[in-house]
């Protein structure tokens, strides 16, 4: 049975077949995350279909669907395959963890285990979760080998679809949210729902930082004007664009533009 506890920020998916393994987990765990119980994998996807989740503790020997199926059906899936999945296991020999992991397990937990040793795994993946959404934020962009470093395959395969998407059309001022879900093959809540779990940003939002992103490498480039970049990333107007930039960078283009002057002649 599906049993929510608690109203943290994180959510945290627990599935186990042993009811004293699911309250052991669930009681050591409330105090930091909203937790979730459920008996077996299927009934942990049916869940996770209609809910969002930051992260799942599953069992490998369940009912129904296993760990094994259950982590294979979240990775396989673009919609979800950005959850990290922590998977325990009574099997302790080499060869199980190394099936577990080619499952597409984020990490492999042998029983009996510390609680605070699968609390430490558990604020290590979301912490690598959140270092991926603050990318967005970041003025300039990484390289394409650091950007794909931080996201798993999966992710980064509909990100990348996502970006080049933004990118061909970021010049249009009707470049909007129901367009991309149309191309994307997806409904708006689902892309809203994918696109909030990896950069914890609305669908608008990242449409926004994306043309902003690039519109410091123009300025970088100083090939063009501030007019001609609101102009070539689909703001309506300069001021619009200069609002934009000053919002999200808390200075002005020109200011950045000064700023990279300033760095090149004292370099």
């Known amino acids: 049975m599906m049993n929510p506890i608690n109203q943290m920020e994180a959510t945290i998916l627990i599935a186990d077949d042993h009811p004293d393994i699911l309250d052991f987990i669930a009681e050591d765990l409330e105090d930091n995350y909203s937790v979730v119980k459920v008996s077996d994998g299927k009934e942990a996807f049916e869940y996770i279909r209609l809910h969002p989740v930051d992260l799942i503790v599953s069992d490998v020997m369940m009912p129904v669907m296993d760990g094994y199926q259950f982590c294979t059906a979240v990775k396989d899936n673009a919609l979800y395959s950005h959850i990290p999945f922590i998977m325990l296991t009574a099997k302790n020999s080499l060869q199980s963890k190394i099936e577990g992991l080619e499952f597409g397990a984020d990490a492999y937990i042998e029983k009996p285990f510390s ?17 991926i959404r603050e990318y967005y934020n970041q003025p300039q962009s990484t390289s394409e080998e650091e950007e794909s470093a931080s996201h798993p395959k999966g992710d980064q395969q509909f990100l990348d679809r996502l970006n080049t998407l933004i990118t061909e059309n970021m010049s249009e001022q009707s470049l909007c949210v129901d367009m991309l879900a149309e191309r994307m093959c997806m409904s708006r809540p689902t892309l809203y729902r994918k696109i909030k779990a990896l950069s914890d940003l609305s669908p608008n939002e990242l449409i926004n930082i994306t043309r902003l992103k690039k519109a410091t490498q123009l300025l970088s480039d100083r090939e063009y004007k501030v007019y001609e970049i609101a102009n070539k990333l689909g703001f309506s107007t300069p001021s619009h664009f200069t609002r934009n930039f000053q919002k999200q960078f808390g200075i002005s283009p020109k200011e950045f533009v000064y700023n990279l002057k300033k760095t090149a002649k004292i370099c």
């Open 115 to 131: 609680p605070n040793f699968l609390q430490a795994q558990i604020a290590s993946l979301l912490r690598n979760r959140k270092s």
